[in-house]
C-alpha cells in the first residue's frame, strides 16, 4: 500500500514539473521552418521543462528540418528547458511580447547553433556576462523594449560573427542604436550599463541624500530663526 502511494505521489510531482508544447510548424521561407508556439505557460524556473512536442507537420517535413522557435503574446516567464530533445538544428529564437522576465547562459546552453536571439517587448531586467557564451555564432541579437538596467561588463566579448544588435529602449539606454556602429554602440551600452544604479534599489542613495539635503535645510531655518530671536531680545533688553 505504501509503495502504491509513492508510486502516485511519483506520478503527479513528475506531472506537475513537466510540460507539454503546442507547435504550429510553418515554413517562413526557404530556408527556415519553425515551430510557433501555439500554447505555452511557463510561471516557475522549476516547472519549466518541456517533455512533449505536439503539431501537424508539413508534409515530408520532421522535428529534425526545425531551425525556428517563435512566441509571441505567450506566457514564457522562464525560458523553457528541453527544447533541444525535440528540436536540435535550431539556428534562431524569437520569444516577443511574452512576459520573459529572465535569460542566462545556461538557457543557451544547449544552442551552439544558434545565429539570430530575439527577445524583443519582455521584461528581462539584468543581463549576465556569461549569456553568449555557448552561442559563439550569433548574427542578431535583439534585447531591445525590456527592462533592463544593468548589463555586466564583457557580455557581447567574443561574438565574432554579430552584425546587429539592437538595445534600445531599456531602463539604463534609450538610445537609438540604429545610428551607430556596432563596436561604438557596445561600447556606449556598457558605460551606460554596467555601473547604472537602479532607483529605488539597495544602492541607490537618491532618497537617503534627499533626506539630509531637507534636514539640513530644516537645521539652518531654526539656526537663523534662533538669531533672529535672540537678537530681538537683545534690542528689547537693552532699550530697557
Known amino acids: ?3 502504491f502511494v509513492l508510486l502516485i505521489f511519483a506520478l503527479l510531482t513528475l506531472q506537475a514539473h513537466t510540460i507539454p508544447l503546442k507547435c504550429q510548424f510553418r515554413i517562413e521561407s526557404k530556408t527556415d521552418y519553425e515551430c510557433f508556439i501555439d500554447s505555452l505557460e511557463i510561471h516557475s524556473k522549476d516547472n519549466r521543462n518541456i517533455t512533449q512536442v505536439t503539431g501537424a507537420h508539413a508534409s515530408g517535413k520532421t522535428n529534425d528540418n526545425v531551425n525556428g522557435i517563435r512566441a509571441l503574446h505567450a506566457n514564457i516567464e522562464f525560458f ?7 528540436f536540435k538544428n535550431l539556428e534562431y529564437i524569437h520569444i516577443w511580447q511574452s512576459n520573459l522576465s529572465e535569460i542566462t547562459g545556461d538557457d543557451l546552453r544547449a544552442f551552439r547553433r ?3 536571439f530575439d527577445v524583443f517587448d519582455n521584461d528581462i531586467e539584468e543581463i549576465e556576462d556569461d549569456l553568449f557564451d555557448y552561442t559563439p555564432n550569433l548574427e542578431f541579437i535583439s534585447l531591445a523594449s525590456n527592462e ?5 561588463n564583457g557580455t557581447f566579448d567574443g561574438l565574432k560573427s554579430l552584425k ?3 538595445f534600445d529602449k ?3 539606454y534609450e ?3 540604429d545610428e551607430e556602429k556596432l563596436e561604438d554602440l557596445i561600447d556606449e551600452i556598457e558605460e551606460k550599463c554596467v555601473n547604472f544604479v537602479k532607483k529605488g534599489s539597495e544602492d541607490d542613495d537618491s532618497d537617503e541624500d534627499s533626506k539630509e539635503n ?3 535645510e530644516e537645521n539652518s531655518s531654526f539656526r537663523i530663526g534662533g538669531s533672529g530671536i535672540l537678537i530681538i531680545f537683545m534690542g528689547i533688553f537693552w532699550g530697557l
Open 148 to 152: 533592463i538596467w544593468r548589463v555586466e
Open 80 to 86: 523553457p528547458r528541453g527544447l533541444e530533445k525535440f
Open 164 to 166: 546587429k544588435l539592437d
Open 214 to 216: 531637507v534636514d539640513d
Open 114 to 116: 544558434l545565429k539570430k
Open 175 to 177: 538610445g537609438d542604436d
Open 1 to 3: 500500500m505504501k509503495l
Open 170 to 172: 531599456n531602463v539604463c
